[in-house]
T-cell receptor, first 113, second 112 residues
Framework: NAGVTQTPKFQVLKTGQSMTLQCAQD?????MYWYRQDPGMGLRLIYY???????DKGEVPNGYNVSRLNKREFSLRLESAAPSQTSVYFCATKQGARPFVQYFGPGTRLLVL | SQQGEEDPQALSIQEGENATMNCSYKTSINNLQWYRQNSGRGLVHLIL?????REKHSGRLRVTLDTSKKSSSLLITASRAADTASYFC????????????FGKGTHLIIQP
């Protein structure tokens, strides 16, 4: 029972390159989320998916796309990476019902040069 | 925008002492949560307090909520070195949207 897993753990990109961050969960949760965390800041919501086949924008969606491949997997894509996207990215999940406790993955550290 | 703001930003205490950190938020809430983040790790849920509760305990943790002041506090009693971490308060995004809004966190250091 791995909970929430993320790959890769660390990635270095050059400006303009693309990449996909992967997230998978074995908790059978309906909702999944992508957050970014910048130094000295709390987490900010990028996108979320309330169920398979649905996605919605969060607070900071610009420059990102997401895919809810199935109930287990939720990916985050950077089509053309920018230095401003240097951050730590966290995936999280939540059961459908209240209370809205979320379960987080270990994070992906992304450096865009 | 950040809904919650923690205070202080950093706190250093001796092992065995109590640690108190505060959170203020801006809009009405259904509940407020506290999370811990160890260095280089993901966040771990600690405790949730509902808007109709004033105080809640879980082990060495005590959380209070004052909805009239839009503030919450987290008290960790008899601190241990393993409590060294960043602590974040979080509230629901609201407005029909899903997700949590986090404060900037309090970085707690427990000196041995």
């Amino acid at each position: 029972n791995a909970g929430v897993t993320q790959t890769p753990k660390f990635q270095v990109l050059k400006t303009g390159q693309s990449m996909t961050l992967q997230c998978a969960q074995d908790m059978n949760h309906n909702s999944m989320y992508w957050y970014r965390q910048d130094p000295g800041m709390g987490l900010r919501l990028i996108y979320y998916s309330a169920s398979e086949g649905t996605t919605d924008k969060g607070e900071v969606p610009n420059g990102y796309n997401v895919s809810r491949l199935n109930k287990r997997e939720f990916s985050l894509r950077l089509e053309s990476a920018a230095p401003s996207q240097t951050s730590v990215y966290f995936c999280a999940t939540k059961q459908g019902a209240r209370p809205f406790v979320q379960y987080f993955g270990p994070g992906t550290r992304l450096l865009v040069l | 925008s950040q809904q919650g703001e923690e205070d202080p930003q950093a706190l250093s205490i001796q092992e065995g002492e109590n640690a108190t950190m505060n959170c203020s938020y801006k809009t009405s809430i259904n509940n407020l949560q506290w999370y811990r983040q160890n260095s280089g790790r993901g966040l771990v849920h600690l405790i949730l307090i509902r808007s109709n509760e004033r105080e809640k305990h879980s082990g060495r943790l005590r959380v209070t909520l004052d909805t009239s002041k839009k503030s919450s506090s987290l008290l960790i009693t008899a601190s241990r070195a393993a409590d060294t971490a960043s602590y974040f308060c979080a509230t629901e995004v609201g407005g029909g949207a899903d997700g949590l809004t986090f404060g900037k966190g309090t970085h707690l250091i427990i000196q041995p």
